[in-house]
């Protein structure tokens, strides 16, 4: 077991010893996890609090050229817990559909930061303490975001993103009935791992 262990940091660092490709005309594949902080405390209207909730994804990046790249994310949260008073009043979960641009500095380097922006389409359930359920209705808005890549082969990569979500409220409902508004806007952090496809893949 230690000899494997061995062998495989000996690959890693020695092919790390090679400037990373740009990504251009490459497909990647992202998987991500992380958390996600509301900005409003009153992200469900009528609560005092809401709590951070664990975050997890993926997604399609497309090098455009070695400095542009187009990002298809989705990011859901299973279990948003929102408080009245110090108190568990629902329990929400989210999930996020982004596309987005990013600018790439620094693209055949090993550590590729990048900054990026989109726009977002987010739905969700609320679940009251109760037993009553909800619709979060669709609601859109756009995002800001900046992260990093590090390249440990050609083909795998080791990314962080951080990004900002600014949306408009959306209804909640019972049915068609609205019942009140919920505010999106949050911040999420993320870290996980990109596989990028050769060239000439497709």
Not at 159 to 175: L, N, R, Y
Not at 176 to 182: D, F, R
């Amino acid at each position: 077991m230690r000899q494997l262990l061995l062998i495989i940091l000996m690959i890693i660092f020695s092919t790390s010893t090679v400037l990373a490709d740009n990504i251009g005309g490459r497909l990647g594949l992202t998987g991500k996890a992380g958390v996600l902080m509301p900005l409003k405390n009153d992200f469900i209207s009528g609560t005092s609090e809401s709590k951070t909730g664990f975050a997890a994804g993926g997604g399609l990046i497309y090098g455009i050229n070695s400095n542009f790249a187009a990002e298809l994310d989705i990011t859901h949260v299973p279990s948003l817990d929102v408080e009245i008073s110090g108190s568990k009043a629902f329990e929400a979960s989210i999930t996020d559909l982004s596309l987005g641009i990013q600018y790439r500095f620094m693209p055949e380097k090993h550590l590729v930061p990048f900054i990026g922006a989109g726009v977002d389409f987010i739905k969700g359930d609320l679940e009251h303490v109760a037993g009553n359920s909800h619709d979060l209705d669709w609601t859109a808005g756009g995002h800001v975001n900046a992260g990093v890549d590090y390249f440990v082969t050609r083909g795998i990569a080791l990314t962080a993103d951080f990004k900002g979500i600014f949306a408009a409220a959306g209804d909640i409902k019972t049915g068609s009935i609205k019942v009140g508004e919920y505010d999106p806007t949050s911040f999420v952090g993320t870290f996980g791992v990109r596989l990028f496809l050769p060239v000439n893949f497709y």
